[in-house]
């Protein structure tokens, strides 16, 4: 199924705040310009409108449509998931960067695992709800880091041996090499993996960068309409 694209570019009420920019692309080292050409990272800036945590309790809402999406997502779908065109397109570039899909798994197959053996798409708080309707509406995976913990673009590239991931003491070293999310200093995410320890999205955030990242085979549409689905649940009131 098509993602829908209806509320992309919705108009603010006159007076409102000025429009948070839209949509931006990252930048990539030039090692993958050459080696990976069709790699891409997409950037959506968020102001949180909703009241409150961004870990508390999901609305009744988005539970709701978390009970829709998992009666929807039922052993079938589950199995075949892989073989949809953008579940098929991620598993086709991990084995590109030399990670195996059937070890290391897919985002939207991780998440198809997990509703398997936990009987359905749970809450696990408001953010990570969105993200997962996001995730599962599209299967384009989006992340989203705290605002005021990035410093400058955001970006692709391959890690220095030996330097951390994320700016907090006793952040974890990296190999030489690995693909990373970066800011102008640092490298906060694994390409696919977790997000660096004190960067990630508190309780009490109230601007995020969310990103999503763009493979060969996924179209444009798909990874807009995930960054838009969340952007668009996050900054109602």
Same mark, same amino acid.
Request: hydrophobic share 45%.
């Given at each position: 199924?098509?993602?829908?694209?209806?509320?992309?570019?919705?108009?603010?009420?006159?007076?409102?705040?000025?429009?948070?920019?839209?949509?931006?692309?990252?930048?990539?080292?030039?090692?993958?310009?050459?080696?990976?050409? *069709?790699?891409?990272?997409?950037?959506?800036?968020?102001?949180?409108?909703?009241?409150?945590?961004?870990? &508390?309790?999901?609305?009744?809402?988005?539970?709701?449509?978390?009970?829709?999406?998992?009666?929807?997502?039922?052993?079938?779908?589950?199995?075949?998931?892989?073989?949809?065109?953008?579940?098929?397109?991620?598993?086709?570039?991990?084995?590109?960067?030399?990670?195996?899909?059937?070890?290391?798994?897919?985002? =939207?197959?991780?998440?198809?695992?997990?509703?398997?053996?936990?009987?359905?798409?749970?809450?696990?708080?408001?953010?990570?709800?969105?993200?997962?309707?996001?995730?599962?509406?599209?299967? #384009?995976? #989006?992340?989203?880091?705290?605002?005021?913990? #990035?410093?400058?673009?955001?970006?692709?590239? &391959?890690?220095? *041996?030996?330097?951390?991931?994320?700016?907090?003491?006793?952040?974890? &070293?990296?190999?030489?090499?690995?693909?990373?999310?970066?800011?102008?200093?640092?490298?906060?995410?694994?390409?696919?993996?977790?997000?660096?320890?004190?960067?990630?999205?508190?309780?009490?955030?109230?601007?995020?960068?969310?990103?999503? =990242?763009?493979?060969?085979?996924?179209?444009?549409?798909?990874?807009?309409?995930?960054?838009?689905?969340?952007?668009?649940?996050?900054?109602?009131?």
């Amino acid at each position: 199924m098509s993602p829908d694209s209806s509320s992309a570019g919705r108009d603010r009420p006159a007076g409102a705040e000025p429009e948070i920019p839209e949509l931006e692309l990252g930048w990539r080292a030039r090692e993958l310009e050459q080696d990976l050409p *069709e790699l891409g990272l997409v950037i959506a800036q968020v102001r949180v409108g909703r009241p409150g945590s961004l870990r &508390a309790r999901s609305t009744p809402g988005i539970e709701d449509r978390l009970r829709e999406l998992s009666n929807r997502f039922r052993g079938a779908r589950a199995v075949a998931v892989r073989s949809e065109p953008v579940p098929a397109a991620y598993r086709v570039f991990f084995r590109q960067i030399g990670l195996d899909p059937d070890v290391v798994r897919t985002p =939207i197959e991780a998440v198809a695992l997990e509703r398997m053996l936990r009987g359905g798409f749970l809450s696990s708080g408001l953010l990570e709800d969105i993200l997962l309707i996001a995730l599962v509406d599209t299967g #384009v995976p #989006v992340w989203a880091l705290d605002a005021e913990a #990035v410093n400058g673009p955001l970006g692709i590239r &391959a890690s220095s *041996e030996g330097e951390p991931l994320g700016r907090t003491a006793g952040a974890p &070293a990296l190999p030489a090499g690995r693909l990373v999310v970066a800011d102008a200093s640092t490298a906060l995410a694994s390409l696919f993996g977790e997000l660096a320890s004190g960067h990630e999205a508190k309780a009490g955030t109230h601007r995020l960068t969310l990103f999503a =990242i763009q493979v060969s085979g996924v179209p444009s549409l798909y990874v807009e309409q995930a960054l838009w689905t969340c952007r668009t649940a996050l900054e109602a009131p």
